[in-house]
């Protein structure tokens, strides 16, 4: 059987790496949004979700390794699921710190990704209320007189003609 101590770390560095690449993905879209570069936000995107999938798939090995680190050492007497942080806690002095300062670098990647996530989600509001209040803008300046008459010709004169929202 491997070691799940190792298989731990392993998938950790992995993780860690992922990670890694999704915060740079992620501040590779905040540019694209502020450029308005829909097709390169949609590459991004779809660049994330490969990246999440494998995550997905080494987060469930991980936990499959702790849960046979729990039974390799019999900590049964937890009365919840073990974390990392209680195999850290029943290793030797050596192996815990290296799993520690794992865990410690993953955490911080996580942190900043999710400050990044949100930095974007802010900015893709801002953007679709700023188009909003040019939308309302353009649909109340919208009358019957506006563009072709019923002859088909087109008027010379547009009624209200405001392009600004007057709420700006």
């Not at 993953?106 to 953007?127: F, P, S, W």
């Amino acid at each position: 059987m491997i070691n799940p101590v190792v298989e731990i770390e392993r998938i950790l560095k992995k993780q860690i790496d992922l990670y890694t690449r999704l915060s740079a993905l992620e501040e590779e879209k905040s540019d694209a949004i502020l450029a308005r570069d829909g097709k390169k936000l949609e590459r991004l995107s779809r660049e994330q979700e490969e990246i999440l999938e494998n995550v997905s798939h080494l987060e469930t090995a991980r936990q499959t390794q702790i849960e046979n680190y729990r039974v390799m050492n019999r900590l049964d007497d937890l009365p919840r699921e073990i974390t990392l942080k209680d195999v850290v806690q029943s290793m030797n002095e050596d192996s815990s710190q290296r799993l520690l300062s794992l865990g410690i670098d993953l955490k911080r990647i996580l942190m900043r990704l999710a400050g990044l996530n949100e930095t974007n989600e802010k900015l893709m509001r801002d953007n679709m209320e700023f188009f909003d209040m040019l939308l309302s803008g353009l649909r109340s300046t919208v009358s019957l007189r506006t563009g072709y008459s019923s002859r088909g010709v087109e008027e010379a004169k547009v009624a209200n003609p405001m392009i600004f929202n007057k709420m700006a």
